[in-house]
């Protein structure tokens, strides 16, 4: 088992070399749209996935992907040639989802961002329903003698108070 820092640092290399590899080795116009956004590597080093992003539509993708499959062996032969360990680690491409994410994310902060205009739009001419101070106290309703005092009869049960 090989330390995970080494795992990282390897990790880093193999991004570099694939990302060249595709600029020099591959002799396809589908891969000039691809690019290496990360690479990670097991603590064995014995596997390696490579994240890509493509600059373009779906079709574009599913052709990158078909590029990436079809030339794997001469990428991990130029990830062999330049790094200088014992065993060449298996390559796994898979699509990088993060700049979809984020642009997603982008477009909901928009939304939330317009709404909260709308509201504070509508908010400014608004006025407070009811009264400045909507919670009533005892004490104003007695001050006030709007009949609300206590009679010595519970309203709540129909049952009069014991005198013991």
Request: charge should be negative; aromatic fraction near 4%; proline fraction near 4%.
């Amino acid at each position: 088992m090989a330390d995970p820092a080494r795992a990282a640092r390897l990790a880093q290399r193999i991004k570099v070399v694939v990302a060249e590899a595709l600029r020099k080795s591959v002799k396809d116009e589908r891969a000039e749209a691809i690019t290496i956004t990360d690479a990670r590597v097991t603590n064995d080093l014995q596997h390696a996935t490579v994240y890509y992003t493509v600059l373009g539509d779906s079709a574009a993708a599913e052709a990158a992907r078909e590029v990436l499959e079809t030339k794997k062996g001469v990428l991990r032969r130029e990830v062999g040639r330049n790094l200088t360990i014992r065993l060449t680690p298996t390559l796994e491409f898979v699509a990088d989802e993060i700049p979809v994410n984020a642009s997603h994310l982008e477009d909901l902060l928009r939304q939330a961002k317009a709404r909260d205009a709308e509201v504070a739009q509508l908010a400014q001419g608004a006025t407070p329903a009811g009264d400045a101070d909507p919670y009533r106290k005892a004490e104003d309703d007695v001050l006030a003698g709007d009949g609300d005092e206590y009679d010595g009869e519970d309203e709540s049960d129909g049952v009069e108070p014991r005198d013991d």
